[in-house]
Every structure is written in structure tokens, then in C-alpha cells.
């Protein structure tokens, strides 16, 4: 571990690296001035600075504010020849991780000291980038929300405004068969808009709160791919898309939950159909890598810009329109993404507008 040491008063250093030299795991380098700590060591690897507030060429908290600003990430202890109870909650209120006066300090007690500055700073760390985490998560789940409700709302306007008018003309006997057959289905089909909405919430809600239980056995892999390609035929047929898999190997036994996988090849083969034009072609390759199984499932489709990728796997964007119409509607790669994650394996996608997409995955062989 380096420690950066800014003193100017050589007696206390003296004193310092008498306690450091009784712990051999530390380099301790040594600074006399707020400027040259900055000049010499801030692009230096630096694991802690113990700091005296007064030095030649800046005193008492601007000290703190100021090496902060160069060592943004590095628990800083205050050292002092002062008890200053009000000094020293300003100095904790700026970002240090301690206040020591030197008296105080010891061989004995210096790996405390220490210890716990390094442990509070990366708790500290670790709460600030949860935090940012909640704020962009937040952020999100209102724009979603905003989204959503701009969904709602056609599709309950339509119910409303049909139903208003059907009663309007019942109470009125005006209703004619052929109106009212076009009446009831525009309600049913907003119905189910707003069905297919209510569940997409639940979905989020589900990924959301509860963990992915496997079901783990061992399955041959390749077998399984060619049981969910015919499972999916009609669906390809229906657009004239070949289906070919390329395969490295003929057959590998592999530890998985079959159902789930199942689930992740079905998604990202629909995804694949649904976003393809008619005549073209999806490809599936299977092959190992180091300890790895890998799969990758090409599709010819439309592709998806750069700046969309990475919202991807997110439960809270939208998919783009499909190229037949299809529904869209769904949280399959999220899906998808948490339970290749329970495998302990990883997935991704790289695409080329107006070219295709590669989805890819990975799965532990041992």
C-alpha cells in the first residue's frame, strides 16, 4: 500500500515513519507543501494521504478542499497538534475519513487507523454509486411511466368514446348490426392493448423483484437449438425465412435449465424473425471457447441504431416496430439477459442498421 504523507514539520515526520517502519506492507512518501503533493503524486497510484491542515502554502480546511479536488477518490486522514472538535467535524463534512491528533497516534494503533479509513471509504464510494444508480433508475421507471400512460390513454379513450356513442344510440334505438359489430370489436381490440400493457407491468414488476430459479440437468445443447428452430418454423415460413445452423460441433452434453435456455433461444429467434424482412435469413452458430460454450444467432433484419443498443436489455424501453406487424409487446431480453446471468455466463448484441444484429451469448462448461 502507498501513503502519501504531507507534513512539513520534519520532527513529527520523524516520529511517523518510526511507527511506519514497524509495518512492513507500506511505502510511505512524503510530500511538504500543498503544491508539490499535487505537482509529484496526483497521477501517482496513491492508496491513502495523511494530511497536516497547515502548511507552508495553505492552512486550516481550505487544505482539505483543495488536495480533494486532485485526490478526488483517496481516503484522506487529518492529522493535528490541536483538539478542535468543530475543526474536525468540517474536516469529516468535507470528505475525510478521520481526524487524528498526533499524540495520539501509534505503531499499535496506526493499522486501525488505517483499516477502517480505507473500509469507510469504500463504503462511501459504494453509496454514491448506488445513489446514482437510484437517480438514473428513477429516472427511467418516469419516463417509462410517461410513455405508458400515453398508451393507456388511446386505447381507454377509444373504449370510452365507442361505448358513450353505443348508448347514446341504444337509448335512442338507433343502433344498426353492422355499426355496432365494428363498435364491440375497436372496444375489444383496445382491450386487449390495455391487457397486453397490464401484463407487460407485471413483467417489469416480476424481473424486478424476484431472483431466477434454475432448474439445473444435463441436456444435449445441440439437440435443443433444433427442437426450438422447428418449434418456430410456421412462424419463419410465414415471412419465407431460412433458419440454418451452423455448428461447430454435432453434439455437447452441457448443465443447464433447459426451460430457461429454451426461453432465451425462442426470444432472441422471435426477435429475429420479427425484425427481418420476408426472404431473408437468420443463422445460428454454436462453438467453445476456453471454458465457454458461446452462441451466436445472426439475423438479416433491419438492424438497431447505436444509440439504442444499450437500452436493449433495459425492461423499460420499448422495442421498435417489427417489420410484419407483429406484436411487440414484451420483456424477453431482459428476461433473457437475467437468466443467462444466473448461469453465470453473459450476453450482447452488435448490429448494423439496415444490415442485421448478432446476439450472442455465453455459457459455462464446467
Known amino acids: 500500500m502507498k501513503i502519501l504523507m504531507i507534513e512539513d514539520n520534519y520532527d513529527d515526520l520523524a516520529i511517523l515513519n518510526e511507527h511506519f517502519k514497524k509495518h512492513k506492507d507500506y511505502q510511505v512518501v512524503h510530500s511538504d507543501s500543498l503544491r508539490k503533493s499535487v505537482e509529484n503524486f496526483s497521477n501517482e497510484d496513491i492508496d491513502l494521504i495523511f494530511l ?3 502548511l507552508p502554502d495553505s492552512r486550516g480546511i481550505d487544505t482539505l478542499i483543495k488536495l480533494k479536488s486532485s485526490f478526488k477518490s ?3 486522514i487529518i492529522l493535528t497538534e490541536i483538539n478542535d472538535a468543530e ?11 478521520d481526524y487524528i491528533e498526533k499524540q495520539d497516534l501509534t505503531a499499535s494503533n496506526l493499522i486501525r487507523i488505517i483499516k477502517y479509513s480505507i473500509e469507510r471509504n469504500k463504503n462511501m464510494k459504494e453509496i454514491e454509486n448506488m445513489n446514482i444508480k437510484l437517480i438514473e433508475l428513477n429516472s427511467k421507471k418516469n419516463e417509462f411511466l410517461s410513455i405508458a400512460s400515453h398508451d393507456l390513454r388511446t386505447p381507454l379513450s377509444t373504449i370510452y368514446t365507442l361505448s358513450e356513442m353505443l348508448l347514446t344510440q341504444l337509448e335512442n334505438d338507433e343502433i344498426k348490426p353492422e355499426k355496432l359489430s365494428k363498435s364491440l370489436n375497436m372496444i375489444n381490440d383496445s382491450s386487449r392493448k390495455i391487457l397486453d400493457l397490464v401484463n407487460y407491468f407485471l413483467d417489469i414488476s416480476r424481473i424486478e423483484s424476484e431472483e431466477i430459479e434454475l432448474s439445473i440437468k444435463k441436456i444435449d445443447y445441440i439437440q435443443l437449438i433444433h427442437e426450438v428452430v422447428s418449434i418456430l418454423s410456421n412462424l419463419s415460413e410465414k415471412k419465407s425465412i431460412h433458419i440454418k445452423i451452423e455448428k461447430s460441433i454435432e ?4 448443465m443447464i435449465d433447459a426451460g430457461k435456455i429454451e426461453q432465451v433461444l425462442n426470444n432472441i429467434i422471435t426477435n429475429g424473425i420479427k425484425y427481418s424482412r420476408e426472404n431473408s435469413s437468420i443463422t445460428i452458430n454454436v462453438y467453445t471457447k476456453s471454458d465457454f460454450l458461446i452462441t451466436t444467432i445472426t439475423d438479416t433484419g433491419i438492424g438497431i441504431p447505436e444509440n439504442k443498443i444499450g437500452e436493449l436489455f433495459n425492461p423499460y424501453k420499448r422495442a421498435n416496430k417489427p ?3 407483429e406484436k411487440s409487446i414484451g420483456l424477453g431480453l431482459a428476461i433473457a439477459k437475467k437468466i443467462i446471468q444466473a448461469h453465470n455466463g ?6 448494423i442498421q439496415e444490415k442485421g444484429s448478432t446476439f450472442y451469448f455465453s455459457l459455462p462448461l464446467k
Open 74 to 76: 483517496i481516503p484522506i
Open 52 to 54: 497536516d491542515l497547515y
Open 87 to 97: 475543526l474536525a467535524v468540517k474536516a469529516l463534512n468535507y470528505g475525510a475519513q
Open 323 to 325: 417489420t410484419g406487424g
Open 251 to 254: 453434439s455437447i452434453m452441457v
Open 346 to 351: 453473459e450476453i450482447g448484441v452488435s448490429s
